[in-house]
């Protein structure tokens, strides 16, 4: 479905009102972004290719924000190298302001590593953890 | 609808408390960390005031029903729904028969379970929140057992996972030791009837948070602080926050389910801002208290009010842009 132009604008409004200064929208086929231009701009975030040759999965931040690999309760970070986990698991945080988003692995197997920098600006999109889907299942990626 | 499987040591419903009935006698109840109670009830878009769990002790295993969101917030625990970790100040999403299972407590002192749309105990004075004293309230006026069924409203939003900034990191006191809580005190009715070297001994202990610790009242051990000589008072009007002094010199800090009336010397009062951070401050764990003045203790009040009030903006903000993509 296409964003409308009044979409836009009823977000720009939500922006100014909540002080938050960039969204980032991303659908099949069209991608919004909307800078508030008051304060400073956060800096784009590189996003480097996926490596495409072996079988891996990478799990994303789908949010602009600051990487968190632990929450800042826990002195263990979500998830370490050689760690099996589930799809959906949570691998990491994005800290939004008070928000934390969670960033979830796409599909069950074993944590190859985290890519990410704690604490690292971080985009739509940039790859946070490289799992090895268990051998003998298709990668779903 | 939530079917309580087990429970250590004394859980209640709570909602923000019952206010209206303090001039005949009602304590206020309440949740003992309302930012908590607040926070979990933000995140799930319902009323601030919706009824949750105040968890005090773990473990504490319940299920689910029906799918519902829910969220965690308060104490710092180890939890695990249908064996995924939840992280602490989180909301989450049950399905029908999904156990939820509280392992360990190793940060705080109470957890506040909401769940969408709140838990709909029958309203009693104008409130849902248990009233152990009165017996009234909450589910049949008492803590919950293993067995109890606790009726929820119905809540139509479907949500993701998401997680808020907790109260005590946003809140952050300076110059906190770990196992030390300081909070902000104004001086109350009898604090002149301490002399000087009794007021600075006052202010300068740590004082211990003994078991005899609960929703009445804190029960604090450290040197005897007594007054010049001693002080008797009819009973009067008191409200949760205030340190009494009785005639051993270890002071009392009424909570929420404390008596609406005393007759012991107050000596200061906790402020309405840092009365939730003693609600979550731990058996055995020691206490400070800093001096503060009524402008002083208003400020810190705006400050948690910002607080919430951020929450409410950027989870308003998640669930706008959602609906706004989704119509």
Redesign the interface.
């Known amino acids: 479905m296409p964003i409308k132009l009044t979409d836009i604008a009823r977000l720009a409004q939500i922006l100014e009102r909540s002080g938050v200064d960039t969204i980032e929208i991303e659908e099949p086929g069209q991608s919004l972004k909307l800078v508030v231009d008051t304060g400073p701009r956060m800096a784009a975030s590189p996003t480097p290719a996926a490596p495409a040759a072996d079988h891996s999965v990478i799990a994303k931040a789908d949010v602009a924000g600051h990487f968190l690999a632990a929450h800042p309760w826990r002195d263990k970070p979500f998830v370490a190298p050689g760690q099996h986990i589930q799809a959906g698991a949570i691998v990491g945080l994005v800290k939004i302001g008070l928000l934390y988003a969670p960033i979830v692995a796409p599909a069950a197997g074993t944590v190859d590593a985290v890519i990410a920098e704690p604490g690292a600006t971080v985009g739509y999109g940039t790859p946070i953890v490289r799992i090895r889907p268990p051998s003998g299942s298709s990668p779903i990626n | 609808m939530i079917e309580i499987l087990s429970v250590t040591g004394p859980a209640s419903v709570q909602d923000l408390g019952r206010f209206d009935q303090y001039r005949f006698g009602i304590g206020t109840a309440g949740a003992m960390d309302d930012v908590a109670l607040r926070a979990g009830n933000i995140l799930l878009g319902n009323d601030e005031n919706a009824a949750g769990i105040e968890i005090p002790m773990v473990p504490f295993r319940l299920r689910f029903d029906r799918d519902m969101a829910f969220a965690l917030t308060g104490a710092?625990v180890e939890a695990e729904i249908d064996g995924?970790?939840i992280?602490?100040?989180?909301r989450s999403h049950a399905r029908a028969g999904d156990l939820l299972d509280i392992k360990a407590m190793p940060?705080g002192a109470r957890l506040y379970l909401t769940v969408g749309g709140g838990i709909d105990v029958p309203m009693v004075l104008g409130s849902r929140s248990t009233q152990f004293r009165g017996e009234f309230g909450g589910l049949h006026g008492r803590p919950l057992q293993p067995g109890d069924i606790l009726p929820c409203t119905a809540s139509a939003a479907t949500i993701g996972?998401?997680?808020?900034?907790?109260a005590e990191?946003?809140l952050a006191r300076p110059n906190t030791a770990a196992d030390e809580t300081i909070v902000r005190v104004v001086i109350a009715g009898e604090y002149d009837g301490f002399d000087a070297a009794t007021q600075a001994l006052f202010w300068s202990s740590s004082w211990k948070i003994t078991p005899q610790s609960n929703r009445y009242g804190y029960r604090l051990q450290g040197p005897a602080v007594k007054p010049r000589v001693p002080i008797e008072k009819r009973s009067h009007g008191i409200v949760p926050g205030v340190i009494q002094i009785p005639p051993n010199g270890q002071p009392i800090i009424q909570m929420r389910d404390a008596q609406t009336s005393g007759g012991y010397p107050k000596i200061a009062t906790v402020i309405r801002a840092d009365l939730w951070r003693v609600g979550q401050a731990r058996l055995g764990s020691k206490l400070r208290f800093e001096q503060t003045a009524y402008a002083e203790a208003l400020a810190a009040e705006a400050e948690m009010s910002a607080?919430i009030e951020?929450?409410r903006?950027?989870?308003?903000?998640?669930e706008?842009?959602r609906t706004?993509?989704s119509s």
């Open positions: 710092g995924r970790v992280p602490p100040w989180w940060r996972e998401l997680g808020v900034e907790p990191i946003t607080y951020r929450l903006t950027i989870v308003r903000l998640i706008e842009i706004c993509r």
